[in-house]
């Protein structure tokens, strides 16, 4: 198989999962954040500095690489690691999201979806084939399913279909998916916020037997508490000996409730999106560097952070190249950003061997000003 889970220890205070994934590109540790290089880049930044800040993973885009250049070019190249000079592992969604968030005019059908191009308005179609014959070029290490991304909230009666027509897919997924043996193809939960129709959909992909399972349909627009009472009815119904997968959640209070309720592996573009817009996460909660307070601040974005950002520049000079459109400025707001995120997770996975991740949500928490249900920043 090429995709392997190993479960190393079990927080006794919480229940989290410490492990690693091993892959043909590697083994990685989880927890995991993984930087989201959506068109084979994380924006601003090098393979070089995410080896530097050990991003041990990173996700692209299966919808803007199949758009832009195109798959048969990066298989020709010799596939996506080799396309940008990326020697560990890659996880590529596939392109589910971005088809139905991206394009207005839509029109779901069994076989798939015809759509218009999100830049251009040409007509175009995805299906569960389209989509796994994509990735088998793009070549990464971990493939998604396609599945049907409902808008939230949706009702009861359109979540039960989309749930069904998800499972339809997933099976054709899997039938279509033609490098089992050196890429591992994950499934997608759905069911909104339905407790009933997210057991149907774990159970029926779970029938399936796919090597890992991704908790797809959150971060959508859906209350924090919804999400962590989602994941606490949704994780019981996943294998315990494969990786699990929350998509698209990257703010660090929900990284911390994810972990501690199971989850393994998380992705998303909030570290530096908000970094190009001067915003940065720092111990003591959000610090927007390109407001005019700062214009005098020679001191570090995050004292006590020792990410290269931090330890080279002051929040004066950032400021001053944020607000110059200097393109360096975005480089060490996206650096530090996603350094905070992958420490994090390397403090997350050291309290969960020490038994501790409870206590240390808690302290997180009022440090970073979240309170109980509604968090100040993010």
């Known amino acids: ?36 290089g959506t068109l084979a880049t994380v924006k601003t930044m090098s393979p070089e500095e995410l080896k530097q800040m050990d991003a041990q993973i990173i996700l692209s885009n299966t919808y803007h690489l199949w758009l832009r250049p195109g798959e048969d070019i990066v298989k020709e190249a010799g596939g996506l690691h080799r396309f940008m000079n990326w020697d560990r592992p890659i996880l590529t969604d596939s392109g589910g999201f971005q088809v139905f968030s991206l394009s207005k005019i839509r029109d779901i059908q069994e076989e798939g979806v015809h759509f218009r191009h999100h830049l251009s308005g040409e007509k175009l179609f995805f299906s569960p084939e389209k989509a796994m014959q994509v990735q088998n070029d793009l070549g990464p290490d971990i493939m998604m399913v396609l599945d049907e991304c409902p808008p939230y909230p949706a009702t009861y009666e359109y979540m039960e279909k989309s749930v069904a027509r998800t499972s339809r897919w997933a099976a054709r997924c899997l039938e279509a ?62 294998p315990s000996n494969k990786p699990r997968y929350l998509m698209g959640v990257g703010s660090p209070d929900s990284l911390i409730e994810g972990a501690l309720r199971g989850i393994d592996m998380f992705d998303c573009v909030l570290p530096t999106r908000i970094a190009r817009n001067g915003t940065c996460m720092t111990s003591n909660g959000r610090l927007v560097v390109r407001n005019a307070k700062y214009a005098r601040d020679f001191s570090p974005i995050d004292e006590n952070c020792d990410c290269y950002t931090c330890k080279n520049y002051s929040r004066a000079y950032i400021r001053h190249l944020i607000n110059t459109n200097e393109i ?51």
């Open 177 to 238: 998916h033609k490098r089992p043996q050196d890429q591992g193809l994950f499934g997608i939960i759905q069911g909104g916020e339905y407790a009933d129709l997210r057991k149907r959909s774990a159970e029926d992909l779970t029938s399936l037997d796919f090597p890992g399972y991704a908790i797809g349909g959150l971060s959508v627009g859906e209350p924090k508490h919804i999400m962590n009472q989602v994941l606490e009815e949704t994780i019981p119904f996943m």
């Open 328 to 378: 360096f400025g975005f480089r060490l707001t996206t650096y530090h950003n996603l350094y905070f995120l992958l420490k994090l997770m390397e403090q997350v996975r050291e309290a969960i061997r020490e038994d501790r991740l409870g206590t240390f949500k808690e302290i997180f928490f009022e440090q970073y000003g979240f309170n109980k249900d509604k968090p100040k920043n993010f």
């Open 1 to 36: 198989m090429a995709i392997t889970y190993e479960l190393i220890k079990t927080c006794k205070q919480t229940g989290a999962r410490l492990g690693k994934v091993h892959t043909p590109h590697g083994t990685f540790d989880t927890p995991m954040f993984m930087p989201v």
